[in-house]
């Protein structure tokens, strides 16, 4: 029989007899292992609710649920049949309940409800608080720190080190830059510095109840340059939908877009007409010109002389987890590259790692296995299309950012048809303009990635490509927005 308990650090204690197992909780973006002590009798298992992941310092688990895995030494999976209720510890909630560990954020049980999150709404989003010379930071839903809201807010930490930042977090898994102070979405700390923080920057929706404060500026970065389409232009219209927008759209004092033809979509997309429209590159593509990859080279495994295919396609509307269109053991086989598979965030939550395999011996002259790396919970793409030689995708936005490198990429859209005619529609005809080879079989993208005369046959397009979209892309994008934020009185110095 085991038993079981939670206790501070947070961990998970599990007790048992006969001999030691093996101890393992294993979750959809994080599996940790217990240390397992005893001398044959009975046996302790600690098993942390923590983890250290792409070489950052152990934070809490990511909310989710986790199974718990108890293996004898014959292989043999002993049953965990005990159940433990909610417990708050610290940094997250964790229960036990037939074999499965739910962990969640550290939110009081007495916020999380509707009943209690109302409360809250009324508290910070209806009465009247003082600002605070502080920024508000969100990208992505709290689900990662990073984009253009991560550039800024290393611009605004050189220029102005004191300045108090706050990042909403989903939970406490999500890194946050040095110095910034992690709220969990719907925590009271959380609606009391979105509620009084001067400057809000976010890359995406402000969801829940949202009133801006007089003297409050929201910077919406939004997150990409737009080749589907978006808001009030997406096919059929819906009166929820477009009232939503407009709403939405009436919180925001200014928007930031990469380039004059973004400005353009988003202007009308968002029906954002009468405030200014910043047009300064993206700051989250500083880095692709200023940057040094050794460093996430390092925190991937990456070898300096390994060549890296990096495939990042974007959510579907009609399902929550990447597309699985490609054999990536394969193409990492074919291409004889390491793959790094990047998900869209929408599919951080709801999806899970793509089988990966240990590559093996990398020594200059010796042949090396085909390696397979998800990395769709990495802090920051950005990161990852610096270290990529080379990009693959199908509709997604990194396409305007990758360019920037001036690196070769390939465009692998097998359902062109249905995503374009059905699910969401183009601005623009990517077959026409595609600055890369549009492939629809796996056949036809490995051909193309091994094709020496692609790069050739594309340049003309590339060039104009890139004179079109990333015209501002320079490495000084997110200098530019801040001094403007400064200019305009938006914070102090």
């Not at 004898?72 to 229960?95: F, I, N």
């Not at 996430?296 to 597309?323: I, K």
Request: charged share 25%; net charge neutral; hydrophobic share 40%.
């Amino acid at each position: 029989m085991i038993r079981a308990r939670f206790a501070d650090g947070p961990v998970l204690e599990l007790h048992g007899t006969g001999a030691r197992p093996a101890v393992e909780l294993r979750g959809p973006r994080a599996t940790v292992s217990g240390v397992v002590t005893g001398r044959g009798k009975t046996w302790r298992a600690v098993v942390p609710l923590r983890a250290a992941r792409w070489g950052s310092d152990p934070l809490p688990l990511p909310a989710g649920r986790y199974v718990l895995q108890v293996t004898a030494e014959d292989g043999a999976p002993l049953p965990v049949d005990v159940d433990l209720p909610l417990a708050q510890l610290g940094q997250l909630r964790a229960s036990l309940h037939d074999g499965h560990v739910e962990i969640g954020p550290p939110i009081d049980p007495a916020y999380d409800s509707g009943e209690g999150q109302d409360a809250l709404e009324r508290r910070y989003a209806t009465r009247p608080l003082g600002l605070e010379e502080a920024v508000f930071f969100e990208s992505f839903y709290g689900r990662n720190a990073s984009c253009n809201p991560l550039a800024i807010d290393r611009e605004l930490t050189r220029i102005l080190p004191g300045l108090v930042r706050y990042w909403s977090v989903a939970d406490l898994s999500v890194a946050v830059p040095e110095g910034a102070t992690p709220v969990v979405e719907g925590s009271p700390e959380w609606w009391r510095a979105r509620g009084a923080a001067r400057l809000l920057v976010v890359n995406d929706w402000l969801r829940r109840r949202f009133v801006r404060r007089p003297g409050q500026v929201v910077l919406q970065t939004w997150h990409g340059t737009p080749l589907k389409r978006l808001a009030l232009h997406r096919p059929g219209f819906h009166l929820r939908r477009a009232v939503a927008v407009l709403r939405e759209a009436r919180r925001w004092n200014v928007l930031l877009a990469q380039n004059p033809y973004a400005a353009g979509i988003l202007r009308g997309a968002y029906a954002f007409r009468r405030r200014p429209v910043w047009v300064e590159g993206y700051p989250r593509n500083d880095v692709l010109v200023t940057g040094d990859g050794a460093a996430v080279r390092d925190q991937l495994g990456l070898g300096s002389q390994e060549r890296v295919l990096l495939y990042a396609p974007t959510w579907r509307d009609d399902r929550d987890q990447v597309v699985d269109f490609l054999d990536l053991q394969r193409l990492a086989a074919v291409t004889g590259t390491v793959v790094l598979v990047r998900g869209h965030s929408r599919t951080l939550s709801a999806g899970q790692d793509a089988a990966s395999r240990d590559g093996g011996a990398r020594d200059a002259g010796e042949r090396t296995r085909p390696r397979v790396i998800d990395v769709t919970s990495y802090p920051d793409v950005s990161r990852l299309l610096l270290v990529a030689d080379m990009l693959v995708t199908d509709y997604s936005s990194v396409m305007f950012d990758f360019t920037v490198t001036g690196k070769p990429i390939y465009f692998f859209a097998p359902d062109l048809d249905h995503y374009r005619g059905e699910l969401r529609g183009f601005y623009f005809d990517l077959e026409r303009h595609a600055p890369g080879p549009l492939t629809a079989t796996q056949e036809q993208l490995e051909a193309a990635i091994l094709d020496d005369g692609v790069e050739q046959l594309y340049r003309d397009r590339y060039a104009s490509w890139r004179e079109r979209f990333n015209a501002r892309d320079d490495g000084h994008a997110a200098e530019r927005v801040v001094a403007r934020l400064l200019d305009q009185g938006y914070l102090t110095r």
